[in-house]
Each structure stands twice: as C-alpha cells, then as structure tokens.
C-alpha cells in the first residue's frame, strides 16, 4: 500500500481513538503526566502498572531504542506475540511489513519520542497466505525508564479478538495517524450575548 486513508497533526482530546480500553490509558497517562511536570513532562515506567491497564495487557508492549537507532520490542504481551506466531521480544518494530508501512509508522513513532506526545493510527491487518483481515488500533505513549525514554504501544484489535485463524500477521495496510496532544483539550466556551433588549455601555473612568 502507498497511501493514507487520513493523516491529521493534532486534535481535541481523543476523537480518532475508538478502543474504549486505549481512551481509558491515554486519561491515565495524561493524568500522570499533569501531576509530573518536574521530570520532563512524561510519567515514568514504574508508574503505570499493570493493574491499571489489565485488560489491555496481552495486547501491549515496550519500545526501546537499540544502538543503530531502531525502535525494538523490549517486551510483548501475549496477543501481539500471538498475532505474529512467534516471541517478538528483542526484534526490530514492523520489520517485515511492507516497505511504505513499516517507514511511515516508524516515523510516526519517532516523533512520540522526540514530541514526548501520544499518537494513534488505525491499520487493518492481514495473513498473506489466507483471506483474515482484522482491524487494530495503536497506541504509543512515551514513558521514561533507565537512560532513554521508552515507548508503551497498545496494539488492541477492534470488535471481536482475533483467534488463531489469523495464523501470522505479515502485512498491514494504514488508514489513518495522528499524534495527540500531550493534555486533554477543552474546546472554548461561546462568546457570552447581552440579554435582549439591554445595551451594554462601557464607562470610561475609575469607580463610580
């Protein structure tokens, strides 16, 4: 695939996100962010714990930059490894998607990173050698852990989970990326109307 089906640089809140559990981590990671504005404005690994997040956990993983600069699995749950039919920890993100995918959701990941801003994309996702196609949604927060920042990603499908006969994910084709805002926007209140009938005049001066 060559081509977007939406690309947006920003937004209010989360109106692109529809997996309920990834608008329930994208609040969490705001909230803690609201509450860390000492330390670069990201909460650390430790603080979102896997209770928080339980009904995400097979479908998350964490990101770490490797030497070379690319982006590597540093854990991945159970469902992701599932989707892929193999253990994903220590490889390379999207290496063996096509070219154009794997590119662009790499920069995208990137610019989490150096932004330390959430984004989302929705992707379908498919097995070359049958005719399964699922629907997914991304999540990647930016988090700091060690010496460099990490990257948690919730890959969570949509609708019902996938079962093995979508034997090994292999290609994917993007519809849509955005990167979020860091804090929950609230879209401004309508300018106030003077009651009918009254006309407001403004009195130059001091106290009357």
Do not use: Y
Request: proline share 9%; aromatic share 4%; with cysteine.
């Amino acid at each position: 695939m060559n081509k977007i089906t939406r690309l947006s640089p920003s937004g209010h809140g989360h109106p692109t996100l529809l997996h309920p559990e990834n608008i329930a981590l994208l609040r969490l990671w705001r909230g803690l962010c609201a509450g860390d504005t000492g330390n670069e404005g990201i909460p650390h690994k430790r603080e979102m714990t896997p209770r928080a997040m339980v009904r995400l956990l097979p479908w998350i993983g964490l990101a770490e930059r490797r030497h070379g600069g690319h982006l590597a699995w540093r854990l991945a749950g159970s469902g992701l490894c599932r989707l892929w039919r193999r253990e994903l920890t220590g490889e390379e993100l999207f290496h063996d998607w096509p070219t154009f995918e794997h590119r662009t959701l790499l920069r995208l990941l990137d610019g989490a990173l150096k932004a330390r801003r959430p984004v989302m994309a929705r992707m379908r996702l498919s097995d070359a050698r049958t005719t399964a196609v699922i629907t997914a949604e991304l999540l990647a927060l930016p988090l700091r852990g060690g010496n460099a920042p990490l990257l948690l990603i919730s890959l969570a499908p949509l609708g019902e989970t996938p079962d093995t006969a979508l034997c090994r994910v292999s290609s994917a084709e993007l519809l849509s990326l955005r990167m979020l805002p860091a804090a929950a926007q609230t879209p401004p209140a309508p300018p106030m109307k003077p009651a009918r009938g009254r006309t407001l005049r403004i009195i130059p001066g001091g106290l009357s």
